[in-house]
């Protein structure tokens, strides 16, 4: 052993001074050995030093090993020092009793001084990787208390955001700051700074999609209900209808977007209600087809289930409703006139549903499918009549498929049409 090196420190306690002698000898080799021949002797060395580990005989007059061991084991700053009891004891039941008081393991006599070697060298081994895992764990509650004080700090900073009133290159430069804070912490907090700044990333996107895709269409219930208001007594008949009618499909765009955003809120804040019960599938899409049935009807569009009747799954029905409405709503969205559904099922090995909606329609591109599930990417696309989408359905599919233990995925070929699958437990 290099000398430079500080050794352990092993308390030998035993009345016998020849078993004193013989452990002393053989160990001080390799650890730095303190010697007491009774408990009453042990416990005034421990006032005064705080050794690795105890080598403890369990017979000895006045005190026996199982006292010392208790007085030991009530000190907060000897509690952890791993004990070895020494006896000539092999019965289970003093075997087992010294494990209670906190022994970590026994040797009978008459020794074998390599076993005794070994296990020393086994347990300081055990006691030194505990107080470093105890070190770490002290360094890992300071990074997270300086984590809890950089959250507090961009809390702060990004509510003096929210009500600032400054200009743009005022506000440019605050999120720079903000960033530049981010990138300061990044080297010792990078796990949990990735996560604070998607959640952030997010969260303005949210806020960005919210001002955006709900300005566009007020601003068009806002025009025409204006030439509703002015000229409303100069209108035909035919022209108030068509007015009417883009009013209303504009109110239902903006009723689904609301609809969205907020389902999806609450799934990111993780206040979602989520009660699963036994519900089947097929009553489900009968009742939106029902909904989408002037749609249907619009489009000369085929919309054909096979979901057998009495498949039931265990899952949340308003949020199965949710999935259902925004996947076959993309569906109609991008199939031609007289195009074709498709909504079939079926039970893999690992008792899980596999749904699949199918159509016919216009097909996504790879570059576009890549992104479909990124709410940082927010694609919104076109319909085949012109309709506008929230750019939040499949994302929202994907949290709330993935709620239930499932998951999403999209297979499409331009104008041949898109399938999207997700599966489902059958048992939750």
Same mark, same amino acid.
């Given at each position: ?59 000895m007059p006045e005190m026996d090993g199982y006292e010392v061991i208790q007085k030991i084991k009530l000190q907060d700053d000897l509690k952890d020092i791993p004990v070895i009891f020494l006896t000539a004891k092999n019965d ?46 002290? @360094? #890992?509650?300071? =990074? !997270?208390?300086? &984590? *809890?004080?950089?959250?507090? $700090? ?6 003096? /955001? ?25 080297? @010792? #907090?990078?796990? =949990? !700074?990735?996560? &604070? *700044?998607?959640?952030?990333? $997010? ?6 999609? /919210? ?169 919104t696309s076109v319909g085949t009549f012109n309709e506008k989408g929230t750019g939040l359905g499949l994302i929202l599919c994907k949290e709330l498929i993935e709620l239930h233990q499932g998951k999403i995925w999209i297979e ?7 399938t999207a699958f997700f599966t489902l437990p059958l048992i939750f």
């Amino acid at each position: 052993m290099d000398n430079n090196i500080e050794k352990d420190i092993i308390l030998v306690v035993d009345d016998q001074p020849v078993n004193l002698k013989v452990v002393s000898t053989v160990l001080s080799k390799d650890y730095t050995i303190s010697i007491a021949d009774s408990g009453i002797k042990a416990l005034k060395i421990l006032e005064k030093m705080k050794p690795s580990l105890i080598l403890l005989d369990v017979m000895m007059p006045e005190m026996d090993g199982y006292e010392v061991i208790q007085k030991i084991k009530l000190q907060d700053d000897l509690k952890d020092i791993p004990v070895i009891f020494l006896t000539a004891k092999n019965d289970i039941e003093d075997v087992v009793r010294g494990f209670d008081f906190g022994a970590v393991d026994y040797i009978t006599k008459p020794f074998n001084m390599r076993e005794i070697a070994t296990r020393i060298k086994n347990h300081l081994g055990l006691f030194n990787a505990k107080k470093q895992i105890d070190l770490k764990n002290i @360094e #890992l509650a300071e =990074s !997270n208390r300086k &984590l *809890l004080e950089t959250q507090e $700090e961009l809390k702060r900073r990004n509510e003096d /955001l929210i009500f600032a009133h400054d200009s743009i290159e005022e506000y440019a430069f605050k999120v720079n700051q903000i960033n530049q804070k981010l990138s300061e912490s990044e080297a @010792e #907090l990078k796990i =949990s !700074n990735d996560e &604070l *700044l998607k959640s952030n990333r $997010e969260k303005d996107k949210f806020f960005s999609i /919210l001002a955006h895709d709900l300005k566009s269409p007020f601003t068009g219930l806002i025009g025409v209900l204006g030439l509703l208001n002015d000229d409303f007594d100069n209108l035909e008949a035919d022209d108030k209808r068509e007015m009417i009618s883009a009013l209303l499909q504009s109110t239902k765009n903006v009723h689904a977007l609301i609809e969205n955003l907020l389902e999806w809120s609450r799934v990111k804040r993780r206040v979602i209600r989520f009660y699963p019960i036994e519900i089947f599938p097929a009553q489900i899409v009968s009742s939106i087809k029902s909904v989408y049935r002037s749609q249907l009807t619009s489009k000369a569009i085929t919309l054909n289930s096979k979901i057998p009747e009495d498949l039931s799954i265990k899952a949340d029905n308003a949020i199965i409703n949710t999935i259902f409405r925004n996947l076959i709503s993309n569906s109609l969205k991008f199939c031609n006139a007289g195009g074709i559904i498709d909504i079939g099922c079926e039970v893999d090995d690992k008792g899980y549903c596999i749904f699949k909606i199918s159509d016919n329609g216009i097909g996504i591109t790879d570059n576009l499918k890549n992104k479909l599930f990124k709410i940082d990417e927010h694609i919104t696309s076109v319909g085949t009549f012109n309709e506008k989408g929230t750019g939040l359905g499949l994302i929202l599919c994907k949290e709330l498929i993935e709620l239930h233990q499932g998951k999403i995925w999209i297979e499409s070929e331009v104008e041949k049409g898109t399938t999207a699958f997700f599966t489902l437990p059958l048992i939750f």
